[in-house]
């Protein structure tokens, strides 16, 4: 069925309904009233409907009106928000933009650049590969993503520092680690439990850690890690960014390393290709930024990632 009512008529009921009465609406429209007035009368004969009943001096929407103007005002917003797509598209803005992401980037700044970017290029599908150490170079060097954030920056490609992550050394305040009562040393936590994060990189390698141990569980998933450590299940080194709430209410407590415990992860901000990179690209990688510059305290307590 092919429509026979016009984006202009619609937007002639709408403003009937927004600016109080057909005077009003035409004002807004910078329209004769006579036009409005039409433009709603061809909409209530080409349907068979009355969408207005006089009441005084006013025109009052009918139960059918009320419906014909919710899903009026959707039709003209959807309208309008294809074509701002495609003047954005027309303009170079990219249909579809590949971001990887290091996990120990905060995730709480990651959705707010995300969010922003999204208010101003609501047309632009964003895909997001959330990667552990290896696995966002090789989403450059693959070309799966135009945008990353990694500790690691492949070879041919320049990255700009974004960030300093800090990763404590933690278990669960009941772990044997705890009830020694002194400083650790290495040997001791070669008795316990290590737990670590998967790369996600094709070519990784197995046999690499962050301490070498006679236990050791690899996952999947960060909040895997976070809360097998919660449970008392062994110590990792994780993300201060993502284990501040558990920190303060005791359910995680930093282990006594004698100022080894810290370990910090510098997070590079990589464009796949800058000489030729569009607009949605370039704006989305300075909304990244602007969300660490946002950042009250971030990782290391200072905007942008200081120390």
Known sequence: ?????????WRALIAVVDAGGYAQAAETLHKSQSAVTYAVQKIEALLGVRAFVPEGRRAVLTPTGRMLYRRAQALVAEAGELELAARRLSAGWEAEIGLAVEVLFPTDRLLAALARFGEESPGTRIELIESVLGGTPEALLTGQADIAITPQIPPGFLGHALMRVRLLAVASPAHPLHRLGRPL????????????????GAMRDRRSATVEVDQRWTVSDMATSIEAVRSGHGFAWLPETRIGAALACDELRVLPLAGAESRYVELYLVLADPA??????????????EAIVDAPRIASGKPGGAV
């Open 1 to 9: 069925m092919n429509p026979t009512i016009t984006l202009d008529q």
């Open 185 to 200: 040393e290495h040997a001791d936590l070669r008795a316990h439990r290590h737990l670590t994060v998967r790369a996600t």
């Open 276 to 289: 030729f990179a569009g607009p949605g690209v370039r704006r989305l990688a300075e909304c990244l930024r």
